[in-house]
């Protein structure tokens, strides 16, 4: 398994921007892509981007045109772009490494608080 570690979050206000970052260490065999998930406190966990090998990407339909999620030269970063950022973008931020055997390993989270 993966160590996986999130880094950029923070308090910002809205209509500013954040760059999330994601590194996955150790050893790296095959792999599906990346996801970013967030949750609020009392909602449910919400898939946000992702992205797999190809570079193809997904995002939840209240990001998209706000939000990036690109892969780093090396498979084992990934990055999520925040822009335009809205007060109900508020939320624990976590990345997920996704195996080829759809294993998932997930880092910490990082906060995102916007305010208004």
């Known amino acids: 398994r993966l160590q996986v570690m999130e880094s950029g979050g923070g308090s910002v206000q809205a209509g500013g921007s954040l760059r999330l970052s994601c590194i996955a260490s150790g050893d790296i065999y095959c792999t599906s892509g990346w996801k970013w998930y967030r949750q609020a406190p009392g909602k449910e966990r919400d898939e946000v981007a992702s992205i797999d090998t190809r570079g193809g990407t997904g995002y939840l339909d209240s990001v998209k045109g706000r939000f990036v999620i690109s892969q780093g030269n090396s498979k084992n970063t990934v990055s999520l772009q925040m822009n335009t950022l809205r007060p109900e973008d508020t939320a624990m931020y976590t990345c997920?490494?996704?195996?080829?055997?759809?294993?998932?390993?997930w880092g910490q989270g990082t906060q995102v608080t916007v305010s208004s």
């Open positions: 997920a490494y996704v195996h080829c055997s759809g294993i998932y390993d």
